[in-house]
């Protein structure tokens, strides 16, 4: 009678594991190095006008709301706009007033802002008014 060998026999099963994992690594590499594709056609329209302001050739009242909207002689006005109506003012001769009237409860940091762009603009000519408003603060 023949004993059986106690040797190793060779597996014949294939360990899936590794493989599994390296096509997800390869998968996932493709999901990121492949460029999205969009079929977006990207056109330029035109937007609305910009708000063109004038400068009044004697006095400009500038304001600011308390919630930060610029107002140039009661038309509200955003940043790039203001700054390119104060250069118009600014390079006016004679260069006309330009009253500043801050609300007492709008932000320093907004009324700072305006400030710095009269500054760039150019004015010279400049007051504050309303400065009464502030005696309570």
Do not use: C
Not at 75 to 103: F, I, K, N, V
């Amino acid at each position: 009678m023949q004993l059986a060998s106690r040797e190793p026999q060779p597996m014949i099963e294939l360990n899936m594991t590794p493989l599994i994992d390296v096509l997800l690594v390869l998968i996932i590499m493709f999901i990121i190095t492949v460029p999205l594709q969009s079929h977006a056609v990207k056109i330029d329209l035109p937007g609305k006008s910009p708000v063109t302001l004038k400068p009044d050739p004697v006095r400009n009242l500038l304001t600011i709301a308390p919630d930060g909207v610029a107002r140039w002689n009661g038309t509200a006005a955003d940043d790039a706009t203001l700054l390119a109506t104060l250069r118009t003012s600014g390079t006016m001769r004679p260069q006309p007033e330009l009253h500043l009237r801050p609300d007492a409860r709008a932000r320093y940091e907004r009324v700072d802002e305006v400030l710095a762009m009269t500054k760039r603009a150019g004015i010279t000519r400049m007051g504050f008014v309303g400065n009464e408003a502030y005696e309570r603060f």
